[in-house]
Every structure is written in structure tokens, then in C-alpha cells.
């Protein structure tokens, strides 16, 4: 048994599997076609499906006109990063033609929820000591990008 997570897009679905494949190590376009029948979202070949994989995880990507709904927060995609260089890089091009949100979330030009976060983050929000979690949380949520050394800062009290 496998899971794989699916993503439909209206419109531009390749070009926002080549933005994505592009940005996250150990990510690839696996394969692409088009559905050859009629279906409920659209004329013969019209609908198009794609599967990749970002990071260690696999997803599935449709494009098709009448797409149920949009992208909301209920689903996002989070990277845990290992430093303030990739933040930054990932946050840029992830939120460029798109909409920059507070703790961390960012919603790309299609609509789908990002969040940018450093493993830091967890390590100190979950650890032993309560009021190190309490300090650092605080300061996460008056960021919209997170910033490590301020993270550091709050951790040590300073």
C-alpha cells in the first residue's frame, strides 16, 4: 500500500511542478499524461495528471477546468528547513506572485499553503522546558518569516 497526496490546479499546473521540483532537494517530475476519455472534468485529453515527488514525499497533480474548490490552509505543504539561507531562498521564490502570511505560511501564485519553518522551531517549542517554548512561540507568532536568530534570541531570553 501507498499514499500519495493529490493536488488539482485549474490552470499552469506544470509550470508550478517545475517550480517545485526545482526548489527542494531529492524532487523530480516522474511522469505526465492526459486522460484520453471524456470525464466529468472536462473533454478527452483536456484533463491533464501528473505524478512527483518532493523531498521523500510523492504527489499526484491534476489540472482540469471546474475544480471543486480552492486551495485552503486545511492542507499545506510545510519544509522544515536547516537554515536561514534556505528560508529565505524557499520564501522568495515560493511566495514571488503570491501572498506572504504570518508564522511562516505563504500561499504560492496557484493558491496552495506553504509553511517555511526551521527544525529549530519544533526543537525548542517541544523540549523540557516550558518557558523556553512559551518565549519562542511568542516571538514565532509576531513573524511572518521566521527568522532563526530571533528564534535563538527568545530561546535564551535575551
Known amino acids: 500500500m501507498?499514499?500519495?497526496q493529490c493536488l488539482w490546479f485549474d490552470k499552469d499546473m506544470e509550470a508550478a511542478l517545475r517550480l517545485y521540483t526545482s526548489l527542494i532537494p531529492g524532487s523530480s517530475l516522474d511522469w505526465g499524461s492526459a486522460l484520453?476519455?471524456?470525464s466529468p472534468s472536462g473533454p478527452p485529453d483536456s484533463v491533464k495528471i501528473a505524478g512527483f515527488t518532493l523531498g521523500d514525499q510523492r504527489y499526484m497533480?491534476?489540472?482540469a477546468a471546474g475544480r471543486p474548490g480552492a486551495f485552503n490552509h486545511c492542507v499545506s505543504?510545510?519544509?522544515e528547513c536547516d537554515t536561514q539561507a534556505e528560508i529565505d531562498r524557499l520564501w522568495e521564490a515560493l511566495g514571488k506572485d503570491g501572498q506572504y502570511e504570518q508564522c511562516g505560511w505563504l500561499r504560492d501564485r496557484w493558491g496552495l499553503a506553504w509553511q517555511i519553518q526551521p527544525?529549530?522551531?519544533?526543537e525548542l517549542t517541544r523540549g523540557p522546558d516550558k518557558a523556553v517554548a512559551k518565549r519562542v512561540t511568542e516571538a514565532m507568532l509576531k513573524m511572518v518569516k521566521i527568522d532563526i536568530a530571533a528564534l535563538e534570541a527568545?530561546?535564551?531570553g535575551s
Open 36 to 38: 484520453p476519455a471524456e
Open 2 to 4: 501507498q499514499v500519495t
Open 119 to 122: 527544525k529549530l522551531l519544533g
Open 154 to 156: 527568545a530561546a535564551k
Open 61 to 63: 497533480a491534476f489540472q
Open 77 to 79: 505543504i510545510m519544509i
